[in-house]
């Protein structure tokens, strides 16, 4: 008995040596790797922080072309506003004819759409000159009415008071109903117009509003329930225009 309670007794130390031992080369390894991935945490934290350095560096970046963008988008709007000015001020010359019939290619010359033109002009009760009309011609998609062939005349005068006066008289055609006469717009203040009375006959609301082209070719909103109006050169101003009217 006693020499199986020392093979068992040196059993037992064996294996708690053993256990220590096992134990101790655990808690190294767990130490070592404990240490890696705090060594591999530092770098990736060191990373990281780089990382976020160059990200800012990027975002200010960001920020300085946001800014220069808007700025030039700023300076290209107002250049536009510029060519779109001096494009008009040259348009003011001209008026836009509609409803005269197209008779022939023989009768569609320049020279014989000015005596249109001075025809329309004598109907009204204007003198006309050889130099009220420098040159008039037709533009635009040929269109048919009642089987007949129409196109657009415009027509550059020479004389701004005599444009203006036979604008002024048009109502006075024999065929005012068919003939319109309107003033020339650029095509940006064409798209405004139409885009503004687009939203006028579309919002019940606005009924009392009514926008037209003035003969200056400047846009005119009329409020007809206080007969408050203003010029408007984009629809932001037409929105301001009706918070301060509604």
């Known amino acids: ?75 290209l709007a107002v250049l ?49 000159t050889p130099q009220d009309i420098d ?16 196109q657009t005349i415009i027509a550059k005068f020479g004389n701004f008071r005599k444009r203006t006066d036979f604008y002024r008289k048009r109502k006075q055609l024999k065929d005012k109903n068919k003939v319109k006469i309107r003033v020339d717009l650029t095509k940006s203040k064409y798209n405004l117009l139409k885009k503004i009375n687009d939203l006028i006959y579309e919002t019940k609301s606005l009924a009392n509003f009514y926008a037209f082209a003035d003969i200056n070719c400047r846009i005119r909103i009329v409020d007809t329930n206080s007969d408050e109006n203003c010029y408007v050169d984009c629809i932001e101003d037409f929105e301001n225009f009706l918070s301060q009217a509604l």
Do not use: W
């Not at 770098?43 to 560096?57: D, F, P, R, W, Y």
């Not at 494009?87 to 019939?101: A, F, H, N, P, T």
């Open 1 to 75: 008995m006693n020499q199986i309670t020392r093979n068992t007794t040196g059993i037992i130390e064996l294996i708690e040596s053993k256990f220590e031992e096992l134990k101790s080369n655990d808690l190294f390894e767990i130490k070592n790797l404990i240490k890696n991935q705090s060594d591999l945490i530092s770098k990736l934290t060191e990373q990281v922080t780089k990382h976020e350095s160059t990200i800012a560096i990027l975002q200010t970046g960001m920020e300085t072309l946001r800014n220069e963008n808007v700025c030039y988008k700023n300076k």
């Open 80 to 128: 536009d506003k510029k060519i779109d000015d001096l494009e008009q001020y040259g348009q003011r010359q001209c008026l836009r004819i509609d409803g005269v019939e197209c008779k022939g290619k023989d009768d569609e010359s320049s020279a014989n759409i000015v005596v249109v033109v001075e025809d329309l002009m004598k109907e009204v009760g204007l003198n006309v």
């Open 135 to 150: 040159r008039a011609h037709r533009i635009g998609p040929v269109y048919h009415r009642d089987g007949k062939r129409y």
